[in-house]
T-cell receptor, first 112, second 110 residues
């Protein structure tokens, strides 16, 4: 079974630029999550989708972050404009059940 | 105060040692407790899942939950160099998002 795919793996941008990350979840998993993991910290949920709908986006900085899930499958997370404090690993996860999340390898973002 | 506290380490042990990793939490509504392993430059991988209090064993790994003390543990027996990773505890209520600890960095030396 193929795992969660994410691209790009690494991205370096300057502050105030925009960036987008892509995620392809495990086939058949209805729930998709985007997490932000700052160096030395645990992952923090940004947004949770159930099929096409948003379940939880309470921790998403909506003034600069946006996310969508097309046709209940792939998802993109966008940051516009980026700030220095957005430097982190952005992890996508999908799950067939709430306690069983499968994570992708992440996208490491550096904002200079 | 953080909802979940985890000693970041680093923790260094010799091969074959028993490793004990711990987390404390403040939210008494947490019911589901998980341990994830994260290798460098990889995403977290679910190791153990426990509902409510008690013990759960899977091979060399044992997870313990003590809800009265708001304390969870992960024990690794006969530790191997391949166990070197960051271990993250995570927990949630019945309807909430996962709350992660900061992670403990473990190195098992051959």
């Amino acid at each position: 079974e193929a795992g969660v795919a994410q691209s790009p793996r690494y991205k370096i941008i300057e502050k105030r630029q925009s960036v987008a990350f892509w995620c392809n979840p495990i086939s058949g998993h209805a729930t998709l999550y985007w997490y932000q993991q700052i160096l030395g910290q645990g992952p923090k949920l940004l947004i949770q989708f159930q099929n096409n709908g948003v379940v939880d986006d309470s921790q998403l900085p909506k003034d600069r972050f946006s996310a969508e899930r097309l046709k209940g499958v792939d998802s993109t997370l966008k940051i516009q404009p980026a700030k220095l404090e957005d430097s982190a690993v952005y992890l996508c996860a999908s799950s067939p059940r709430p306690y069983e999340q499968y994570f992708g390898p992440g996208t490491r973002l550096t904002v200079t | 105060q953080k909802e979940v506290e985890q000693d970041p380490g680093p923790l260094s042990v010799p091969e074959g040692a028993i490793v004990s990793l711990n987390c404390t939490y403040s939210n008494s509504a947490f019911q589901y407790f998980m341990w994830y392993r994260q290798y460098s430059r990889k995403g977290p991988e679910l190791l153990m899942y426990t509902y409510s209090s008690g013990n759960k064993e899977d091979g060399r790994f044992t997870a313990q939950v003590d809800k009265s003390s708001k304390y969870i543990s992960l024990f690794i027996r006969d530790s191997q160099p391949s166990d070197s990773a960051t271990y993250l505890c995570a927990m949630r209520t019945s309807g909430s998002r996962l709350t992660f600890g900061e992670g403990t960095q473990l190195t098992v030396n051959p």
